[in-house]
């Protein structure tokens, strides 16, 4: 079996940690009886300045070839914020039809002192995941600015909030059945219209233990109890998914420990790490590769349904951290390896 693979490597720190990812991807599969065949193309900021567009044609062309997409963060200080973020990413989302952002939150075996969380609350370990509605909501891109005046559509379809959440319950199903969905239902007619459909099919699904949560309370709960009897799927909009996967990115850690994935279930899907391109250590080499590598896992599993490989790919993870290796980002004080120590040792377990 081969699969062609698109590579969009991104801006700042994004091609220090895509090359690692390429190399964990090929050691991965090397034992796993299938072939990656990788497609570079150009999105991103320096794409932008090179050509004028963020997303050329042309990269669209080459990556509708292909059956997944590893993307690095974008972004450049030097264009005008919002530039990249909206003709780039999400319109990447929104081309490719990733209407689900699959946020997996996991405390590591000895990052306990990278967690601001006191010990005590991080015993029981921290394994939840967020579903992300990736498509509509705030991020729907309708709205506009004037000097008087500024809007922002809230938009969500009945399609849309049936398909992210007809995903959340299957994942549910597959890892404890336990599903809470993260609204503004006491505010937001949005909210509202999302609870409602997820009470619904919370009736249709029994076996499912279900629970909504409003997102200003989740922040803090989370925070009191971040562990497995309280949180397993967490189901939310594009804003609120956005924001909670940052929180949680810091209960395990750091942001370099967060890898995603946009999901179409059919279709084309890509992954990233949560993180940004970060140019103020761009080309220094300390950079965190364990979020690009552990998106990659995820598109060996979600992408590729290799679940064993998936699982190596992790292990490895483990294994490199056991060993002591820390990034800057995650050393909590103690000693610090590169981001090249960091990558090599995963690529040495696997
Ligand atoms: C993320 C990022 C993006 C998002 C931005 C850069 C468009 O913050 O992946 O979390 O909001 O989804
Ligand atoms: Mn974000």
Redesign the pocket.
Known sequence: MAYRIGVLEGDGVGPEVISWGVSILEAAVRRGGIELEFVKASVGGTTFLETGKVLPDESLQTLRGCQAILKGPMGRPDIEAGVV?RDG??ALRQHFGQYVNLRPVKLFRGLEAASPLKDELLKRGVDFVIVRENSEGL?SRMGGITETSATDINLFSERGVRRILEFAFQLAQKRSNHLVSVDKANVLSASLFWRRKFEAMAEAHPQVKCSSQLVDSFCLLVLQDPSPRKWDVVVTDNMFG?II?DEAAAIVGSLGMSP?ANINPGGISMVEP?H?SAPDIAGKGVVNPLATILSCALLLRHCLERDDLAGDVEHAVQRALDEGLRTPDIAAGGPTCTTDELAAAVLRHL
């Open positions: 973020e990413i999400l991020y956005d996967a995603s949560v940004g």
